[in-house]
């Protein structure tokens, strides 16, 4: 009797000093659960159809495409953000077509939103880009993987932080889901948040960016089970350390840095959209698994598209999102970047 007091006494005191250490109280095993290959299918089987036109910047398609994913933070009641008045964040022609001289319309990044509930102030922001190129002499281009896949992977992340809240687990920061517009001009609509953010980047903690998950590349051809991160450590020692334990606790993926190397020559660090945070000193991840034949090809197309490989890459930067929301301390900044 006396031994077994002791030991749940031992325990208790286990328990607090593991939330004092930032580990957070629930795992979330069961909100990873909730994305899935099924429902990543049937969003992308609409978001890369070719209804949607190929999802050039400003066009109809795009809008199409947009009012679908606004659809279905509806469904799931995500609200928009705080300080918004829709889901909408307007980014003017002016501005999309200022450096590179082209002619544009009006476009808009999309962003939902999910409160934390201790340290609402602190926001975690989750990017993936929503336009594609359009068409060319006839054809329609999809863009199933670049950047449809990082477009559904967000509808899933946020629905799982929504379910995991609506059973009182909901993050202790803040989770901005921001579909950016523009990228394939010139990463637009990433540039115009970190210009105009809703909230401060100085509360800005993190940036996880998802751009082409839902395929493999020729140096992978034997296993889809891989995932390249860019840039977890350039920034803060942190953010490399909850990456390596988020995958290694909960998802297991192989983790490929060869893109991570600064000599690399493909510069994808300064690619895709996260770059427009990390220059302003936020501490970012870019998760992508390579080009392949159908980068920026017509046949760029959903039934190419690995989806259970594709629910493992999103449980991944959820997990990631999680510990980052949840954990006691925000990342610290710790390197110069370069
Ligand atoms: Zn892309």
Not at 110 to 131: C, Q, R
Request: hydrophobic share 35%.
């Amino acid at each position: 009797m006396k031994k077994l007091l002791i030991l749940f006494m031992l325990a208790s005191t286990l328990s607090c000093t593991s939330q004092k250490s930032g580990v957070s109280d629930v795992p979330p095993t069961n909100y990873i659960n909730t994305i899935s290959a099924t429902d990543l299918k049937n969003h992308l089987y609409i978001v890369a159809s070719d209804e949607m036109g190929g999802r050039e910047t400003g066009s109809l398609g795009q809008k199409k495409a947009g009012d679908y994913l606004i659809n279905q933070y509806k469904k799931n009641k995500i609200p928009f953000p705080k300080g918004a008045t829709d889901y909408y964040q307007k980014v003017p022609a002016a501005f999309l077509n200022a450096t590179r001289n082209e002619n544009l319309p009006d476009s808009e990044n999309i962003w939902a939103y999910i409160e934390g509930s201790e340290k609402p102030n602190e926001l975690i922001v989750i990017s993936a880009h929503y336009d594609h190129v359009g068409m060319k002499d006839g054809e329609i281009y999809n863009g199933a993987d670049d950047d449809g896949s990082g477009t559904v992977a967000l509808l899933e992340i946020a629905q799982a932080f929504k379910i995991a809240k609506n059973e009182g687990h909901g993050p202790k920061r803040s989770v901005l889901i921001l579909h950016v517009t523009g990228e394939e001009h010139g990463l637009h609509g990433s540039r115009y948040y970190s210009e105009n953010p809703l909230f401060p980047l100085a509360n800005t903690i993190s940036n996880i960016n998802i751009d082409m998950i839902g395929r493999r590349d020729e140096l992978h051809k034997d296993s889809s089970n891989y995932v390249y991160l860019i840039g977890s450590d350039y920034l803060s020692s942190d953010l490399f350390n909850i990456c390596e334990e988020a995958n290694n606790k909960y998802v297991n993926l192989f983790i490929d840095y060869k893109f991570n190397e600064k000599t690399d020559p493909n510069r994808f660090y300064y690619r895709s959209d996260h770059y427009n945070f990390a220059k302003n000193g936020i501490p970012s991840v870019f998760l992508f698994n390579g080009v392949h034949a159908d980068y920026h090809k017509p046949t760029d197309e959903v039934d190419k598209i690995e989806f259970d490989a594709l629910a493992k890459r999103t449980q991944l930067a959820f997990s990631i999102a999680w510990e980052l929301a949840n954990r006691e301390n925000r990342p610290v900044v710790d390197k110069n970047g370069n």
